[in-house]
């Protein structure tokens, strides 16, 4: 690929020529290049959301009780949905790959699209959990006020203190994958855009597999956060 | 892979998360969180392997950068749980 002239590289498709840069030898290392880049990313970020994990084990270990009342009071149906909606985003994420491998750029378009409305759609019901929260008086800080959590339960004693821990994870997880989200939508407006404009194909549609991937693991913090925020102890009462 | 798998999986996930949800209100004692979290990393799995594309990769260097995240967060988890389940610190 050297010696290639440039008349010849004038008159490659731009798809080719992002397809093999010049410091890459084959086109296949170069996928390979990126794909191990963004793994390689993503790894940073298990160790980033990991950390959070880790806070979230030790505090509900120490403070079950009061661990189990705050996740009592989240509204398991928008969560649930809001997984439903992700693991849905997934799949049209999972299918535009297809769709750009296969050359098909409206679909490509519609599916990235439809991610785009179902990764908002996710933001919006966030939105409104949070809301509820600040309406229950749930957010840590001076307007805490957590005895709506034992009316059910007469025997239950929750410390304030240790309850305001649990909503801290609360928002600091929930907010910090709401923060990728975003950033998702920010890359994906790009990647539609460019998508419509025909830069991707069956030569080059490696961008389109990258933002994939970021957006699979977004959705995997989440499949995770979801029992652990939502489902710690959902037993009826006797 | 077929867009046929692409659904399976798809409905694989959504019942998945179904039964998470269900479940919870099922009285399993402590099995309830292993159960969750059971369903979960299968959750995770499904999409790793096959809407990340990962059980069809072919590059050797990226399964192993992936092995080692997971290896590394099972570290911090447990052996902070070795310590924190072990001992009564409060």
Redesign the interface.
């Known amino acids: 690929m050297s010696d290639t002239s440039v008349a010849v590289e004038t008159h490659e498709s731009e798809q080719e020529h992002l397809a093999l840069r010049h410091h890459f030898v084959t086109v ?1 290392q170069q996928r ?1 290049s990126s ?2 880049a963004m ?2 990313f ?2 940073t970020e ?2 980033f959301f ?2 959070m ?2 806070a979230y ?2 505090y509900r ?2 403070f079950y009780a009061e661990f189990a009342a705050g996740s009592r009071s989240l509204d ?1 149906t928008l969560g ?1 949905i809001n ?2 909606v992700l ?2 985003s ?2 049209t ?3 535009g790959v ?1 769709a750009a491998q296969m050359g098909k750029r409206k679909l490509l378009v519609v599916l990235l699209l439809l991610t785009l409305v179902l990764g908002l759609a996710f933001l919006g019901i966030k939105g409104v959990e949070w809301y509820a929260k600040y309406t229950e008086h749930h957010i840590p800080g001076s307007t805490f006020n957590v005895s709506d959590l034992v009316q059910d339960y007469p025997t239950l004693h929750i410390d304030p203190r240790h309850e305001q821990i649990f909503f801290s994870l609360y928002f600091a997880m929930t907010g910090m994958h709401a923060i990728h989200m975003i950033v998702g939508v920010g890359l994906f407006l790009y990647l539609t855009y460019k998508a419509w404009k025909g830069t991707y194909g069956p030569e080059y549609y490696t961008p389109i ?1 990258i933002g ?2 970021y957006w ?2 977004v ?2 913090i989440w ?2 956060l ?3 925020l939502y ?6 009462l006797h | 892979m077929s867009v046929g798998m692409y659904y399976g999986i798809w409905i694989t996930l959504l019942i998945l998360t179904g039964v998470t949800a269900g479940v919870s209100f099922i009285d399993l004692g402590p099995f309830n969180t292993i159960v969750a979290l059971v369903i979960a990393t299968f959750k995770a799995l499904l999409v790793v392997l096959f809407f990340m594309h990962v059980k069809y990769a072919s590059e050797k260097l990226t399964k192993t950068v992936i092995i080692a995240a997971i290896f590394w967060l099972m570290l911090l988890l447990g052996l902070s749980l070795t310590d924190y389940l072990s001992r009564n610190l409060l």
Do not use: Q
């Open positions: 296949e390979n794909h191990l793994w390689l993503l790894a298990v160790m990991g950390g994990f880790c084990l030790i270990i120490w398991i649930t997984t439903a693991i849905c997934s799949l994420v999972a299918l297809r597999e994939g991937l699979h693991f959705d995997i499949i995770y979801f029992p652990l489902l710690i102890d959902r037993k009826p």
